[in-house]
Structures are given as structure tokens and as C-alpha cells.
Nanobody, 117 residues
Framework: VQLVESGGGLVQPGGSLRLSCVGS????????MRWYRQAPGKERELVAG????????NYADSVKGRFTISRDTAKRTVFLQMNSLKPEDTAMYYC???????????WGQGTQVTVSS
């Protein structure tokens, strides 16, 4: 399983970013996909998740109404659209894939998001 995130960067408060995570080496449609984030000095936290068929999503309360997770099976990609960004959204964002068959999970290397004026 390989996961490669992209799309992070520096953005002003109120701005938007779209993160992407491309998967390879596994059957994408058999995996639940999640985005986590970790800020300096803080524990890694779940941001959003999407079921393997894309029919179910869930979000942390802190991002509900601002972030949207989606997936494109043909492109083997999961997205995180982030709008109305706040300084407290600043963190390293990680993609995580969980096999629905085995329960095993794999991490990407992360992409940095910095929200600052």
C-alpha cells in the first residue's frame, strides 16, 4: 500500500485548499479512507472519513460545514476540500487507508497546511 498526499501549502485565514491522496498497490474500492491531522505538540486527530463505496462520510466537529471528503475510485484518489480555513487548522495532514477485509491500516507521508496572514 502506498499513499501520496499533495495540495498542502500556505493560505490566509478564510481561504481554501484541496488536498489529494493517491493510492497504489491495493484495491482502492476495498479500503475506507480517512484524513488525520497533527499540529505541533498535539496528538494526531481524525478529521474526516469516507466509506469504501463513498456512501458514508464523517467529520470532526471542528471541521463540519467547512471541509468535504470525497473519493474518485477511477483515479484512486481521496480528496479533502477545505474551506473557510482558520489558523487552528494548521497541521500536517495525513491520509490513512483501512482494509475492510483485514482491518489493517496504512499511512501516507503527510502534507503540511499552514493557515496564517
Amino acid at each position: 500500500v502506498q499513499l501520496v498526499e499533495s495540495g498542502g501549502g500556505l493560505v490566509q485565514p478564510g481561504g481554501s485548499l484541496r488536498l489529494s491522496c493517491v493510492g497504489s498497490g491495493f484495491t482502492f474500492s476495498n479500503y475506507v479512507m480517512r484524513w488525520y491531522r497533527q499540529a505541533p505538540g498535539k496528538e494526531r486527530e481524525l478529521v474526516a472519513g469516507i466509506s469504501n463505496d463513498g456512501g458514508t462520510t464523517n467529520y470532526a466537529d471542528s471541521v463540519k460545514g467547512r471541509f468535504t471528503i470525497s473519493r474518485d475510485t477511477a483515479k484512486r484518489t481521496v480528496f479533502l476540500q477545505m474551506n473557510s480555513l482558520k489558523p487552528e487548522d494548521t497541521a500536517m495532514y495525513y491520509c490513512y487507508a483501512i482494509s475492510v477485509r483485514t482491518g489493517r491500516g496504512s499511512w501516507g507521508q503527510g502534507t503540511q497546511v499552514t493557515v496564517s496572514s
